[in-house]
Structures are given as C-alpha cells and as structure tokens.
C-alpha cells in the first residue's frame, strides 16, 4: 500500500530556531500533499495544501512566512517552522494524495513531535 | 461553514459491538471517511463510503449514512483491545476539495 513517511519523528528545539520536518511518499507520486496540525485531544487542523511545483495555498490564520512549505518534487514536501515559539509546539502530520484513486485518499505520515523550549 | 462533529469518549466492552456516531453539514459532500488514530501515530483510513450508499460491511466494520440526517455511524463487531483508539469521522468538502474532519471519539475498551 502507499506510504507516506516523516522526518524526524520527534524534534527538540530552543526557541528562535528554525526547524524542518520532511514528508516523502515512498511508494508513489503525489500530486498534492497537505499539512495538519494537531493540538492535544484535538482534530487535525488543515495548515495548507501544496502542490508540486507551486506555491502552497495556506488555510485562514496560518502565517505564510512563519510556516514554510516546499514541494519540490512529487514525492517530496518540507515544512520549516521559523524562529519556533513555544506556542508552535505541537503534533505536525502530513498527507499526500495520489489523484488517482477515485475516493481521493490521502495516505497519512506518522507524525512529527515538536517541542519548542 | 462546514463542520463534522461526534462525541469525543466511548467505553465498551471487549467482545460487544461499539457504534460511533458522527453528523456533518456539508450535503455535498461525496466521500465520508473513518480514520484510526493509535496513540503518538499518524492517521490510517478505516474504511469510506459513497455518498450514494446507505451501508457499507468490511468484515467487523459497518459504516451507515444517512443522508437526510447527515448522519454517519461506524459500528466495530466483536470490539478486541486492539481497536483502543481515536476514530475521526471526515468529510471531503466539495467545495474545494478539502477533508474536514470532527475533534475524535477516543474509544476505550474495558476488560
């Protein structure tokens, strides 16, 4: 089945740094991958769609500049929080989405722990 | 706006059946979804349904909908230990083609 994987699984980081998480789809391309945070005993807030080759489409209230995203390549998308804040810390998951399947699945990484000091 | 809700704890049994209910608001919409969310883990699609379907089995999975109501319900027959979990119900807004998805029911299983 598609996998989707996330790089690191858990980060530390102090505050003012910049951190990236990578997202890959290892078995197929994806067209579109979107990123998701997640506050505890919370769902999954949608921070931004991206697709390869263009610039990602931010949801209401998310910071652009703060929240940096790159979809290089069609199997590859990379968040970097910048300048992290202790209020950035949380739970980052990222999906991609083939386009080919007709109930337009999105295949879930396992997540990235952010904790900022 | 759109939104998909459901009750956030259930508690069951091993062995007896747990239903979890969920309502939305978009009727557009063309897919719903069940997630599974084991703890300190990513999200894994369960099972899906049409929005042209009324039922649908997978094996101890029996997904209803009820369009009129906007009403979909997952009921896991014979519920095992393993099933101890978060279960998101999701809905693809059609409108632009994202998943929303309800806060969770976090299922507890009692010996």
């Known amino acids: 089945g598609a996998v989707v994987s996330q790089h690191p699984s858990r980060v530390i980081c102090k505050s003012g740094t910049s951190v990236k998480i990578e997202c890959r789809s290892l078995?197929?391309?994806?067209?579109?991958m979107f990123w998701y945070r997640q506050f505890p005993k919370q769902s999954l807030m949608l921070m931004a769609t991206?697709?390869?080759?263009?610039?990602?489409?931010?949801e209401q209230g998310v910071e652009k500049d703060k929240f940096l995203i790159n979809h290089a390549s069609l199997t590859l998308s990379t968040l970097t929080v910048t300048s992290a804040h202790p209020e950035d810390s949380s739970f980052y998951i990222c999906?991609?989405?083939?386009?080919?399947?007709?109930?337009?699945?999105?295949?879930f990484g396992p997540g990235t722990r952010l904790t900022v000091l | 706006g759109e939104d998909v809700e459901q009750s956030l704890f259930l508690s069951v049994r091993e062995g007896d059946s747990s239903v979890i209910n969920c309502t939305y608001t978009?009727?557009?919409?063309?897919?719903l979804y069940w997630y599974k969310q084991e703890p300190g883990a990513g999200l894994q699609l369960l099972t899906y349904?049409?929005?042209?379907?009324d039922m649908k089995q997978d094996q101890r999975l029996t997904v209803l909908l009820n369009k009129k109501d906007k009403h979909l319900s997952l009921r896991i027959a014979d519920t095992q230990t393993g099933d101890s979990a978060i279960y998101f119900c999701?809905?693809?807004?059609?409108?632009?083609?994202?998943?929303?998805f309800g806060k969770g029911t976090r299922l507890h299983i009692l010996p």
């Open positions: 999906s991609a989405r083939t386009g080919g399947l007709s109930y337009n699945e999105q295949f």
């Open positions: 078995d197929f391309q994806a067209t579109t």
């Open positions: 991206s697709n390869e080759g263009s610039k990602a489409t931010y």
């Open positions: 978009d009727s557009s919409s063309t897919y």
């Open positions: 349904i049409f929005s042209n379907m």
């Open positions: 999701a809905e693809i807004y059609n409108r632009d083609d994202k998943i929303i």
